[in-house]
């Protein structure tokens, strides 16, 4: 069991430095074996791609310790083949899928110690990166890149964990159409930078990016897809080419038709039919599902019926089924689950 001198029950989502990372690194057209270290620090050439040009996508995982007491990732194949997706569309060379489950596998058996206990409310953030590491300096992509993959034990995204969140419209866009939304490069989450430092200066916990061209759909927010709950118990999800395809998000409609019965909508979402949802939640692998309790826009409230003290009762057993999952609780369907120990 987990032996490191860490209050499990009170820690944020914030960097804790962990033993060991993996490297691999790419030169001359291939990827090397890539290896465990010990070393955090990471020296690069002053005009390596990814300071000039940003040139950078990442994934974000989870490891678990399940009731049983084993240690679990959750789907790691889809990050792997989305950072595939990501690499491609910045011009990287992508890192297979195998390559990845491996590390994965070698970084967190080799931080045991620091994956959080069941029940504690706290899990092992997994974050693999990909990066330019030669210099450039006319506007190309570079020809040598790092991967790297780090575990970090993190406890709830938002503050006060699971009480319903307030969030804006926000007027800044984050993704163009026919961009990069629908990838995780962090070029991305750079453009979100100012828009969500000035939504907590405002009070507001998040923003809520509508689509860029029309300014009138549901998007997405700077780390999380949303979920809404219609009053007759449907859940209803944007659909967008400019979001990032949420796994957790894929995972709670098969969860929601598969396990709870529940009807399930993938489409364009209005903003203005928000208002007549009864429940709202963001999802995410850091967010898991965070409920929404208030949207302001631009001074008008919509309030969601489930208030501001607790979940909705419909977005509570979808987080139920999925955490349930996820920790071992409620069967998994094939191939969701890596046991890891
Ligand atoms: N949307 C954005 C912009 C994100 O950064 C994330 C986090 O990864 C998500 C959605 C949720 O995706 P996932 O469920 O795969 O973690
Ligand atoms: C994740 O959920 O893994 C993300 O990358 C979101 C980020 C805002 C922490």
């Given at each position: 069991?987990s032996n490191?001198?860490?209050?499990w029950?009170?820690i944020?989502?914030g960097?804790i430095?962990?033993?060991?990372?993996y490297?691999?690194?790419y030169k001359?057209?291939a990827?090397?074996?890539?290896?465990?270290?010990?070393?955090?620090?990471?020296?690069?050439?002053?005009c390596?791609?990814?300071?000039?040009?940003?040139?950078?996508v990442?994934e974000?995982?989870?490891?678990?310790?399940?009731?049983?007491g084993?240690?679990?990732?959750f789907r790691?194949d889809?990050?792997a083949?989305r950072?595939v997706?990501?690499?491609?569309?910045?011009?990287?060379?992508?890192f297979s899928e195998k390559q990845?489950l491996?590390?994965?596998d070698?970084v967190?058996a080799?931080n045991?110690?620091?994956?959080?206990?069941?029940?504690?409310?706290?899990?092992?953030?997994?974050?693999?990166?990909?990066?330019?590491?030669n210099p450039v300096?006319?506007?190309?992509?570079?020809?040598?890149?790092?991967?790297?993959l780090?575990?970090?034990?993190v406890?709830?995204?938002?503050?006060?964990?699971?009480k319903?969140?307030t969030?804006?419209?926000?007027?800044?866009?984050?993704?163009?159409?026919?961009?990069?939304?629908?990838i995780k490069?962090?070029?991305?989450?750079?453009?979100?930078?100012?828009a969500?430092?000035?939504a907590?200066q405002q009070g507001y916990?998040?923003?809520m990016y509508l689509?860029?061209?029309?300014?009138?759909?549901?998007?997405e927010?700077?780390g999380?897809?949303?979920i809404?709950?219609?009053?007759?118990?449907?859940?209803?999800?944007?659909?967008?080419?400019?979001i990032l395809p949420?796994?957790?998000r894929?995972?709670?409609?098969y969860v929601?038709?598969?396990y709870?019965?529940?009807?399930v909508?993938?489409?364009e979402?209005?903003?203005?039919?928000?208002?007549?949802?009864?429940?709202?939640?963001l999802?995410?692998?850091?967010?898991v599902?965070?409920?929404?309790?208030?949207?302001?826009?631009?001074?008008?409230d919509?309030?969601?019926p489930?208030?501001?003290?607790?979940?909705?009762?419909?977005?509570?057993?979808?987080y139920?089924?999925?955490?349930?999952?996820q920790?071992?609780?409620?069967e998994?369907?094939e191939?969701?689950i890596?046991?890891?120990?």
């Amino acid at each position: 069991m987990s032996n490191k001198q860490i209050d499990w029950a009170n820690i944020g989502f914030g960097y804790i430095q962990t033993d060991f990372r993996y490297v691999s690194n790419y030169k001359n057209g291939a990827w090397d074996e890539g290896t465990l270290t010990k070393d955090a620090t990471i020296v690069l050439n002053e005009c390596a791609g990814v300071l000039q040009y940003a040139q950078t996508v990442f994934e974000g995982l989870k490891a678990y310790r399940t009731e049983d007491g084993h240690i679990v990732t959750f789907r790691p194949d889809l990050n792997a083949k989305r950072l595939v997706d990501s690499a491609k569309r910045l011009e990287m060379p992508p890192f297979s899928e195998k390559q990845f489950l491996d590390a994965v596998d070698k970084v967190v058996a080799a931080n045991e110690d620091f994956v959080p206990p069941y029940g504690s409310g706290a899990t092992l953030y997994l974050r693999p990166y990909m990066f330019g590491t030669n210099p450039v300096i006319g506007v190309k992509p570079a020809d040598e890149y790092q991967f790297r993959l780090f575990g970090t034990p993190v406890g709830p995204y938002f503050k006060g964990g699971a009480k319903p969140i307030t969030i804006r419209v926000c007027d800044f866009d984050r993704a163009a159409p026919h961009g990069t939304g629908h990838i995780k490069a962090g070029l991305n989450y750079a453009m979100s930078l100012h828009a969500i430092v000035d939504a907590h200066q405002q009070g507001y916990d998040e923003n809520m990016y509508l689509d860029s061209a029309t300014r009138t759909k549901v998007e997405e927010t700077g780390g999380a897809n949303f979920i809404f709950i219609t009053k007759d118990g449907k859940l209803v999800t944007p659909k967008s080419s400019t979001i990032l395809p949420s796994i957790t998000r894929r995972s709670l409609c098969y969860v929601a038709k598969e396990y709870l019965g529940m009807e399930v909508e993938e489409r364009e979402v209005y903003l203005e039919e928000v208002k007549d949802f009864a429940e709202c939640g963001l999802c995410g692998t850091a967010a898991v599902i965070s409920p929404v309790g208030k949207i302001v826009d631009h001074g008008k409230d919509i309030c969601f019926p489930s208030g501001m003290e607790e979940m909705g009762p419909v977005t509570k057993k979808l987080y139920d089924t999925l955490t349930g999952i996820q920790m071992g609780r409620i069967e998994a369907p094939e191939g969701w689950i890596r046991v890891i120990k």
